[in-house]
């Protein structure tokens, strides 16, 4: 059943920025900034549509010349799909249950938390949210996007 | 960028030009990208009519308010909010800076995080004043001086005070420097500064949640913010009073 399930990342809508060893990519349909780290990113460009997870693990196994469990491309391809960077495709098998990061930590032990994939994600500011406050009063409209609260624009 | 400024008062001129951005010049062209009208107010005809002064940005009325000084300040953060979103070359982030032997601190953070305080301690302790409002980052990367007076909240006062980086003891930076350290802060009383490091990627997060035109032009936010993070060490965490971070800060940077 997993051999069917065919992940495919989501590139539309994307800006994407690559660092040394991480992924950033901006959702401009949500405004969503994500960094991506090195397994995190990796899995998702393995993500084509076509290559079943086992041959994705092999695939980010062999960039980051360590073994890499099914469990970890699975964790990985969970917090793409809640991030909503895998495009809507086949339901994913049953048996690939989800899995917290805390408990992966668990079950592979502490030294294989340098390859467990993540993504840290903020929502990007409006133009006026990344501005001071400004005083305001019943007679001061305040910028969009803000509203007046004991005296200042927030 | 270029703004068109409309008073019916001359004298209100002189008073809205202190609150242009810093580097601003006279233009000679007629055509702007946005205009300001100020209508000053008064006394009215009748006995105890008293006409209130209003401000417009464009059609629309920005503000209206029998202190001048609330127009004034409304019209600066309009500006100014208008440049930093718009600003072709260049991206504007919410936040601190300090110059530090040739390399920039940048401090991000909301309003009332603290920026304000801890640039001052900076600058007291031998920093040199890029601004306590804005970061302005050039496509490398480098960020560029802001340096308006230093906005201070005094007495538990909403409204800010300005003092000049001199106030403090330092000057203010000219040229651009690339960035060495990037301090994500938070006020909180009581708290020590024992920050824990950032990656670059989380450093460029933390600049993104905080940069003006982030929404509007993402693709060339990332390409700058990157090219920042890639050249500096980034902390976060919660600090105490700026006194004490200002000199962990500093001795983190070999002071």
């Known amino acids: 059943m997993s051999e069917r399930y065919l992940p495919a990342a989501r590139r539309s809508k994307l800006v994407v920025s690559e660092l040394a060893d991480e992924v950033l990519v901006y959702d401009t349909e949500a405004h969503r900034a994500h960094c991506l780290n090195r397994t995190a990113a990796l899995v998702w460009k393995s993500c084509d549509g076509e290559t079943p997870v086992s041959r994705i693990v092999e695939r980010v196994g062999g960039q980051l010349s360590a073994p890499v469990a099914e469990d970890v491309v699975w964790l990985a391809l969970d917090q793409l799909a809640e991030f909503d960077l895998l495009l809507p495709t086949a339901p994913r098998p049953a048996a690939s249950s989800q899995i917290s990061r805390r408990k992966m930590l668990r079950r592979l032990g502490i030294t294989a938390a340098v390859s467990l994939p993540l993504i840290t994600s903020i929502v990007s500011p409006t133009a006026a949210q990344a501005q001071s406050d400004i005083p305001c009063n019943e007679n001061t409209l305040c910028p969009e996007g803000r509203s007046c609260i004991a005296g200042l624009c927030e | ?255």
């Open chain 2, 1 to 255: 960028m270029r703004f068109g400024v409309r008073v019916s008062e001359a004298e209100a001129l002189r008073l809205l030009a202190e609150r242009l951005p810093p580097g601003w010049r006279r233009a000679s062209s007629t055509s702007v990208d946005r205009i300001f009208s100020l209508v000053v107010g008064g006394e009215g005809r009748g006995r105890g009519v008293r006409r209130l002064n209003l401000l417009y940005a464009g059609a629309a009325r920005a503000a209206r308010s029998r202190d001048l000084n609330d127009l004034l300040e409304r019209f600066e953060s309009c500006v100014q909010l208008y440049v930093a979103e718009h600003a072709p070359r260049r991206v504007f982030v919410h936040a601190g800076v300090v110059g530090w032997r040739g390399r920039a601190i940048v401090i991000p953070g909301r309003s009332r995080s603290g920026k304000t305080t801890l640039v001052a301690e900076l600058v007291r302790a031998g920093a040199v004043y890029y601004s306590d409002e804005y970061a302005v980052f050039d496509g490398e990367g480098r960020v560029h001086p802001y340096a308006r007076p230093l906005a201070v909240r005094e007495g538990g006062s909403l409204r800010q005070t300005r003092r000049p980086a001199e106030a403090f003891g330092g000057c203010a930076g000219t040229g651009p420097l690339p960035v060495g350290l990037l301090v994500a802060s938070l006020y909180e009383r009581g708290a020590r500064w024992r920050p824990r490091p950032l990656s670059p990627g989380e450093a460029v997060l933390e600049m993104l949640s905080n940069t003006v035109p982030a929404r509007r032009s993402p693709g060339r936010a990332l390409a700058a913010l990157s090219c920042a993070a890639g050249t500096a060490a980034a902390l976060a965490g919660s600090r105490g009073e700026a006194v004490r971070a200002a000199e962990a800060i500093l001795k983190s940077l070999g002071a």
